[in-house]
């Protein structure tokens, strides 16, 4: 007997949009266990995800980042069967209200039972133009997804055509201390792998001695996609930039580019000339790199890293003392596993390092590690969640000091009330959304 039947196409539109999911680790872990958990008792898992949005200059590629997943209790439930689950409107209701206040898209996210590739029912269609309908009327984005150990189905509700939009791929992805990683594929089987290095764009923020060893590694290792911002100069403070230019008084970034394209002809430098475009220029970047010091900077770099689940990677030198010798400083900042720029409270706050030769090793040594991390972020070599985050380099010991920093829940930014993973802005809505049914909305 055939458990699930698709409707018309009246009722389904195809689009060639590339959709993604994106997920903290500990959410999807927490979703997975309450999936099998209920599937194990021959019930259909059940959970509702609230979601920042982020979509390309194109409008193609769209990626729904979790910000948080409401799983019901037994008692936020007036029915859960092997075919269907109804939450009470209280459940729903509280739901709603709170991502209507923080901007949030609704995805409601379902199993079938043992279903490895689940296609959505005649039921799920139903309600799901129901629920998009009536979210949309709230001023609410409405999205659902039914998912299974192989594959899954994902669909949005297009108000324009009345119907829900299916893509034409997409993917379940994770988001730790080691990068991110695709779990779970469209049913289509297309291809949704994370870009390689060659299609990765890179951000360097900061063009001095440490930017620019950065900016030449990469390249020789086959970036070809930079994002570069410094509204500095080249001067006898960055000795390192020197043989890349013929004039001083010139922008580093224009060095930098000099640079890049003596390594390949084929780059793709965006230079960014101020502030005021650089937060614009860095929400295209899949990671971004911190090279300086300054508090405007490094508040914007932290806001766009938990808006848009972007990875960073700090990178500086900096001395401890008047008098002492230059250290070396890398941490990583990976959305929702690590602390955020914001969480620590013990900044080194020792003067910015002079322009000598001891400097210039130094810069050379951070840039290198700061590169690996990097490296372990794309392959996936930090998939065993790293123990550390944080590396500070002494060059009198040649010694690199990994340190777990951890991260502050009552943090502003990325703790339980921050911004983490709030995707572009949308409208305000004017109120919240009720509930008046006890019905699977």
Sequence with gaps: MQKFKVLSSKKQRKSDKSVRVLFPRDIYEMMRAAFIASEASSREGYAVAQCGLMA????????????SLHVPAAGDIVEQSSITVTPRAE???????????KNNVIVEIHTHVGSSEPNFSWVDIENGLEN???????????????VGSEGFSICEYDSDHDALQTPGN????IIGRGGVKDVIFHRSGSSCQIPQIENMRVSIVG?????????????????????????????????????FTAEKGKKRTKAALNMLKK???????????????LKAALKDADVIFKCGSDEDIKILLNEVSLKYFIPCIEARTF??????????????????????????????DGPACGADASTIAVNSVVSSMAVQEFLDLVSGRGQGNKAYDHIEY????????????????????????????????????????????????
């Design 91 to 101: 459940f729903m209701e509280a739901v709603l209200s709170d991502a209507a206040l």
């Design 263 to 277: 390594i390949s002809g084929d780059m793709e430098v965006t230079q960014v000339s101020d502030a005021r475009s």
């Design 56 to 67: 390309d200059g194109s409008r193609k590629n769209w990626t729904y980042i979790v910000r």
């Design 170 to 173: 997409a993917r379940v992805s």
């Design 132 to 146: 998009g309908r009536f979210l949309k009327a709230c001023g609410m984005r409405f999205a659902m997804a039914v």
């Design 207 to 243: 063009m001095g001695g440490v930017g620019f060893g950065i900016a030449g590694t990469l390249a020789g290792i086959g970036v070809r996609k930079f994002i570069l911002y410094d509204e500095g100069i080249v001067d006898d403070s960055v000795p390192d930039v020197l043989p």
């Design 394 to 441: 002494d060059p009198s010991t040649q010694l690199a000091e990994r340190k777990s920093s951890g991260r502050r829940e009552a943090c502003p930014m990325c703790g339980k009330d921050g911004i983490l993973g709030a995707g572009d802005e949308r409208k305000q809505t004017a109120k919240a959304p009720r509930i008046r049914k006890a019905k699977k909305e």
């Design 319 to 348: 001395t401890k003392s008047m008098g002492s010798g230059p250290y070396g400083l890398v941490r990583v900042y990976m959305p929702s596993a690590t602390g955020c720029i914001g969480c620590f409270a013990d900044e080194p």
